[in-house]
């Protein structure tokens, strides 16, 4: 079985500070792990994923994931927000041996001038 | 350029109506997905698709139904049977589908509306 549990559905940061978004999964297996954007009105796309190996992972837009087995988290963070990033962010896990990715019930990120 | 259409953006249904939600990929990918995404609630698989004329119910199959006759085409209906379809739905393909870390690209979602 897999899970995703991402505390807090919004966070507010003001433009320039550092965003930090929170996930953490339950996995039977080692997982690959997902976090998306979605604007407003749009579907998702990819900012960063890990499957093996480096456990520091970057994406676009400036953000960047750590895998921590022994917290079992993958936190996502930027170290400057900008107006732009305003959007909601979605982790995601799937399982060794699982076809079909689980879903955390996303995050609304506002960014204050 | 290679993509996921979903037509139309917005759709009106009676109570009682069904109706069909298209989704179009030419990215040339085996597996296709539909999920429903509600405030609050994150994304729901409704259905999903490894491989033309074949599919499996995801989490909350009741009240939907879905076809796999091409590869390109995943096509969603909302029957009656429904009881809440209000909600945004989104398709999703990945080239494989299977136990990899394919990524999913996302269409642009269809926002259903029942009156």
């Known amino acids: 079985a897999q899970s995703v549990t991402q505390l807090g559905s919004h966070v507010s940061v003001s433009e320039g500070a550092l965003v930090l978004l929170r996930c953490n999964y339950s996995?039977?297996?080692?997982?690959?792990l997902f976090w998306y954007v979605q604007y407003p009105n749009q579907g998702l796309q990819l900012l960063l994923k890990?499957?093996?190996?480096?456990?520091l992972v970057k994406g676009i837009n400036g953000f960047e994931a750590e895998f921590k087995k022994s917290e079992t988290s993958f936190h996502l963070t930027k170290p400057s927000a900008h107006m732009s990033d305003a959007a909601e962010y979605f982790c995601?896990?799937?399982?060794?041996?699982?076809?079909?990715?689980?879903f955390g019930r996303g995050t609304s990120l506002i960014v204050h001038p | 350029d290679g993509g996921i259409t979903q037509s139309p953006k917005y759709l009106f249904r009676k109570e009682g109506q069904n109706v069909t939600l298209s989704c179009e990929q030419n990215?040339?990918?085996?597996?296709m997905y539909w999920y429903r995404q509600d405030p609050g609630q994150g994304l729901r698989l409704i259905y999903y698709?490894?491989?033309?004329?074949?599919?499996q119910k995801g989490d909350i199959a009741e009240g939907y139904s879905v076809s796999r006759e091409k590869k390109e085409s995943f096509p969603l209906t909302v029957t009656s049977a429904q009881k809440n379809p209000t909600a945004f739905y989104l398709c999703?393909?990945?080239?494989?589908?299977?136990?990899?870390?394919?990524?999913?690209?996302f269409g642009p979602g269809t926002r259903l509306t029942v009156l």
């Open positions: 999703a393909s990945s080239p494989t589908g299977g136990a990899i870390p394919d990524t999913q690209y």
């Open positions: 996995s039977s297996v080692p997982p690959y």
């Open positions: 890990y499957t093996t190996g480096a456990t």
């Open positions: 995601a896990v799937k399982g060794g041996g699982s076809y079909i990715p689980t």
């Open positions: 990215l040339n990918h085996d597996a």
């Open positions: 698709s490894q491989i033309v004329n074949d599919f």
